[in-house]
Structures are given as C-alpha cells and as structure tokens.
C-alpha cells in the first residue's frame, strides 16, 4: 500500500467556519454565595475576548412549555427571533446579519458564557450578540485583578436574590419572566 505523499485535503468547509476563542486566564470556583462563578486566575486588560459561546436558540413554544419550568430557565438570554423565509431573506447569504425584531425568543448560551454571575455595581465583563453567527462574545470593559469573580449585568429585573445588594430591587419569580438583557 502507497503512503499518500500529503495529508487529506482540508474541507473546503473550513474556510466558512466561525473563529472561536477562550481566554486562558480564567477558573471555574464552585461554592461561591452565588454558586459556581468564573474568576480571573492572572491579570485580564480591559477589552480582551474571555469567550466566544456558540447559542441554542429555543422555539417560543418549547420555552414557554418547556424550558422555563425547568433549571435551564435561569441560562438563557433573549435572543431575537429570525424573520421567516421570503423570496428576500431566503438565499441562506449567512453574510447577512437577520434583522432584529420586536418579537423575542430566548437562547440556551453554550460554554463558559452560562456561567458568569451578577453583579449590578462590579460589573466588568459586557457582551455582545453575533446574530448572523449565532454566538455571544464576551470582553472584559475594564481591567481585571487576578483573583476577581468576572461578572455580567443581567438588568435590573432578577428571579433571585441578590447576595451583592440584600434583596434590593428583587421582584417576585412569577411576576418577572427572566431577562437578560441590556
Ligand atoms: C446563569 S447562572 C450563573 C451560574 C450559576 N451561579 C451556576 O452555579 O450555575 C444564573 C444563576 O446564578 C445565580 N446568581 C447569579 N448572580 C447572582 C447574584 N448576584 N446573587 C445571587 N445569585 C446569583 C442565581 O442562582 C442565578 O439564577
């Protein structure tokens, strides 16, 4: 038998794939006041990508029916819904970002991107949606001491109590759908 001379060829699929990234810097803690967190183990500046999170974006119907009665209730974002197909917008052109509309679905964020807590006054970490890529890209908006808990802001309206401010603002779980949102 013959040794090919060269490796495979490359799918030429690759060339369309989505650039991914995790920053090295981080650790997962698990029994901090607000369960699991993510902390910076070395000095983060401000502005580097922590994480690029791959979504899975829920139907309304399997949210409202489903997932919302459930753990995963407390992992998603919103996330807008995708205009139907028209001779317009189904040319599958992935180049073309779907356009933002007032209705909303909610996503599942994939990765580490689930895990960063709340904090409403120590906020260092913001996001980003990439809609087109459907991914969340998360960067630090200061720079972070090793040792720092990395957190989001989820908005002012939360399903639990926040341990950083002792119950201010909180809003009872069954008046507030959870929303992450800034
Ligand atoms: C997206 S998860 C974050 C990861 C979570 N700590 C874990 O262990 O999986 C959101 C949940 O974390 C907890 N959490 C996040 N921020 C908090 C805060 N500031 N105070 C209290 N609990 C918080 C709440 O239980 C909330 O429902």
């Not at 401000?46 to 999170?53: A, D, I, N, P, Q």
């Not at 779907?98 to 689930?114: E, F, R």
Request: glycine share 6%.
């Amino acid at each position: 038998m013959s040794i090919p001379p060269h490796p495979p060829s490359v799918s030429p699929s690759l060339s369309n794939g989505i650039p991914l990234s995790r920053c090295s810097d981080l650790i997962l803690i698990s029994d901090t006041p607000k369960g699991r967190g993510i902390f910076a183990s070395a000095f983060i500046p401000s502005g580097r990508v922590l994480e690029t999170c791959p979504v899975l974006i829920l139907s309304v119907e399997e949210n409202e029916q489903l997932i919302r009665h459930s753990s995963l209730y407390h992992y998603t974002y919103n996330w807008p819904l995708p205009l139907p197909p028209t001779p317009l917008n189904s040319n599958h052109d992935t180049t073309r970002k779907p356009k933002a509309t007032s209705a909303n679905t909610q996503a599942v964020i994939l990765g580490l991107g689930s895990l960063f807590n709340h904090s409403r006054n120590h906020q260092n970490v913001t996001w980003t949606r990439d809609l087109a890529n459907q991914t969340v890209i998360y960067r630090t908006c200061r720079d972070v001491q090793a040792g720092e808990e990395l957190c989001i802001s989820y908005g002012d309206r939360l399903t639990f109590e926040d341990v950083d401010v002792d119950g201010e603002g909180k809003e009872s779980e069954e008046d507030v759908l959870r929303e992450i949102d800034l």
